[in-house]
Nanobody, 123 residues
């Protein structure tokens, strides 16, 4: 079992930047995927970006490519999401989640979730 704790959310102006962190504890395995999702009011939970613990392989939603960067620090068991050029429509609660095995863009496939961190993009 893994425990995940997100941090780094807040209020930012349109065009601004934030860096989110996801600290993992408990069992960590090299073949786990760590993924960021976001959930805005009235919308479904949406895939944002993902990375494996053991490889530099990353993948992104088309809507964030070129603006968001996912990375990890294995020594700290922490995954980061650097978000640049933020837009008001990206206001949401951002969650990290993990799963074992293959990559998935569906939140239903993830067993372990953090509590989320609120990101508000507004002037």
């Amino acid at each position: 079992q893994q425990q995940l704790v997100e941090s780094g959310g807040g209020l930012v102006q349109p065009g601004g930047s934030l860096r989110l962190s996801c600290a993992a504890s408990g069992r960590t395995f090299s073949n786990y995927y760590i993924t960021w999702f976001r959930h805005a009011p009235g919308k479904e939970r949406e895939f944002v970006a993902g990375i494996m613990w053991s490889t530099p392989y990353t993948y992104y939603a088309d809507s964030v490519k070129g603006r968001f960067t996912i990375s990890r620090d294995n020594a700290k068991n922490t995954v980061y999401l650097q978000m640049n050029s933020l837009k008001p429509e990206e206001t949401a609660v951002y969650y990290c989640a993990t799963r074992l095995g293959t990559r998935s863009y569906s939140s239903a496939d993830y067993a372990y979730w953090g509590q989320g961190t609120q990101v508000t993009v507004s002037s």
